[in-house]
């Protein structure tokens, strides 16, 4: 069920959606080549406006049921895990029917925040079946 209240920023069967920050470069790119049905909203400053963290694009495969939380971060990927977090906290409600997936695209990260606690922590509770996905720079999957 999409977003109440928000449109689409994506076709309803559309075969390829990306996310991407203006005039940066990091890239999440979806192949949905079952033609399922799809939404793509916007977080950042349009389904969440007010302060606080909140990752950057949510899209999601009204067929198969799944829920992708995206971020698009620079080094910080600490950060990026927060904000992500942080949109599943605020969304719970929204997303409870689908299985969260968060993808994190950042460009390159510091050696000491791959090794970090946070991090590694976020990969036990969320790196089975896929559920978490980083990478640095461009990420692609299929939907």
């Known amino acids: 069920m999409p977003l109440k209240g928000y449109e689409s920023l994506c076709k ?11 005039g940066e470069n990091r890239i999440y790119r979806a192949w949905n080549s079952d ?3 799809v939404t793509q909203y916007q977080i950042d400053g349009c389904v969440i406006q007010d302060t606080g963290a909140r990752c950057d694009f949510l899209l999601m495969n009204e ?32 997303l409870s029917p689908y299985a ?3 993808r994190l ?3 390159r990260a510091k050696t000491h ?3 970090g606690t946070k991090f590694k922590k976020f990969c ?9 996905i980083h990478k640095e720079s461009i990420l692609e999957e299929r939907i």
Not at 71 to 82: C, P, V
Not at 126 to 131: A, T
């Open 12 to 22: 309803e069967h559309q075969e390829r959606i990306v996310c991407r920050d203006r």
């Open 35 to 37: 033609k399922c049905r």
């Open 63 to 94: 067929d198969k049921r799944n829920a992708y939380l995206i971020e698009l971060k620079g080094s910080d990927i600490e950060h990026g895990i927060d904000q992500l977090e942080a949109t599943a906290k605020r969304l719970r409600e929204e």
């Open 100 to 102: 969260l997936k968060y």
């Open 105 to 107: 695209v950042h460009s």
């Open 113 to 115: 925040a791959i090794n």
């Open 124 to 132: 036990r509770e969320h790196c089975g079946n896929g559920e978490f």
